[in-house]
T-cell receptor
Framework: AQTVTQSQPEMSVQEAETVTLSCTYDTSESDYYLFWYKQPPSRQMILVIRQEAYKQQNATENRFSVNFQKAAKSFSLKISDSQLGDAAMYFC?????????????FGTGTLLAVQP | DAGVIQSPRHEVTEMGQEVTLRCKPISGHNSLFWYRQTMMRGLELLIYFNNNVPIDDSGMPEDRFSAKMPNASFSTLKIQPSEPRDSAVYFCASSLYQSETQYFGPGTRLLVL
């Protein structure tokens, strides 16, 4: 069975600084996707970034980038130039590409605080 | 474009009552997912549909829970009878294809007294 582990329950960063959130996963699948979702206090789940496992190039979305290490099964999220609006719970998620099921497996989340 | 729409946004009910949660997926998406989020169990998939057909309902906790998708633009999740342990935030999500990115609705916060 697939598992996703986020070992940092809480993180804090100063405004304008950079922070990295960690995520590891375990799977025997060869083709899959990885996601980072943001959940602010409103509870809305917002897609931050997505990575296809077959791509070697790390995904980037403006101030958000990932460090995808397939062999190590690691998928960290880097937030550059942190802003107050980045404060939220961040969830790492794994999803199969094809196959019998495409449920997302979520980690337990990392609560990010941004200090002014 | 409108995102995934869920109603109601908040629901307070008494134990034993029937609860119906509603979801309208993004137009054109053919996969729909129901998730539940609690402090104890985190985010967990309850059931998902492809082309209106239930594919995996292994996450549905028990017979008190049922879900339907009568057409491509509407789905319901029903709890009957409701219990206090059902209190959670229920999310609906949709995706264009089975393995594509899932987009979430705002959630329904359910409180069963």
């Amino acid at each position: 069975a697939q598992t996703v582990t986020q070992s940092q329950p809480e993180m804090s960063v100063q405004e304008a600084e950079t922070v990295t959130l960690s995520c590891t996963y375990d799977t025997s699948e060869s083709d899959y996707y990885l996601f980072w979702y943001k959940q602010p206090p409103s509870r809305q789940m917002i897609l931050v970034i997505r990575q296809e496992a077959y791509k070697q190039q790390n995904a980037t979305e403006n101030r958000f980038s990932v460090n995808f290490q397939k062999a190590a099964k690691s998928f960290s999220l880097k937030i550059s130039d942190s802003q107050l609006g980045d404060a939220a719970m961040y969830f790492c998620a794994w999803g199969a590409n094809g196959g019998a099921t495409n449920k997302l497996i979520f980690g337990t989340g990392t609560l990010l605080a941004v200090q002014p | 474009d409108a995102g995934v729409i869920q109603s109601p946004r908040h629901e307070v009910t008494e134990m034993g009552q029937e609860v119906t949660l509603r979801c309208k997926p993004i137009s054109g998406h053919n996969s729909l997912f129901w998730y539940r989020q609690t402090m104890m169990r985190g985010l967990e998939l309850l059931i998902y549909f492809n082309n209106n057909v239930p594919i995996d309902d292994s996450g549905m906790p028990e017979d008190r829970f049922s879900a339907k998708m009568p057409n491509a633009s509407f789905s319901t999740l029903k709890i009957q009878p409701s219990e206090p342990r059902d209190s959670a935030v229920y999310f609906c999500a949709s995706s264009l294809y089975q393995s594509e990115t899932q987009y979430f609705g705002p959630g329904t916060r359910l409180l069963v007294l």
